[in-house]
């Protein structure tokens, strides 16, 4: 299993980023796929996750701000970022939870990575 995220960077408040993560290895198809971000000094949390069925949960801090969404080969996991701000400043990282999970939002049930792609919005 591998997970490859890309398209972090750094942006004003008010501005767009679209994170990508690569599935390999698996067919993820099966699993509960998330976005989860982790800001220096504090935990890791969901912001967004999708599971096997489609069904979509968004952390209310991004609510109506983030979008996740995959491609129709479901081998692409996507989180569209619109009017950031600086609190969702962090290390943003694509997740999966094995099948027959609860699509949790707590990190630790998640057993396949990827490495982070940082995301850094200045006011």
């Known amino acids: 299993v591998q997970l490859v995220e890309s398209g972090g960077g750094s942006v004003q408040a008010g501005g767009s980023l679209r994170l990508s993560c690569v599935a390999s290895?698996?067919?993820?198809?099966?699993?509960?796929m998330g976005w989860f971000r982790q800001a220096p000094g504090k935990g890791r949390e969901a912001v967004a996750r999708?599971?096997?069925?489609?069904?979509?949960t968004y952390a209310d801090s991004v609510k109506g701000r983030f979008t996740i969404s995959q491609d129709n080969a479901r081998t692409t996991l996507y989180l569209q970022m619109n009017s950031l701000n600086p609190e969702d400043t962090a290390m943003y990282y694509c997740?999966?939870?094995?099948?027959?999970?609860?699509?949790?939002?707590?990190?630790?049930?998640?057993?396949?990575w990827g490495q982070g792609t940082q995301v850094t919005v200045s006011s």
């Open positions: 997740a999966a939870e094995p099948p027959g999970g609860t699509c949790s939002p707590f990190w630790a049930l998640y057993n396949d």
């Open positions: 290895g698996f067919t993820y198809s099966n699993y509960c």
């Open positions: 999708i599971d096997s069925d489609g069904k979509i």
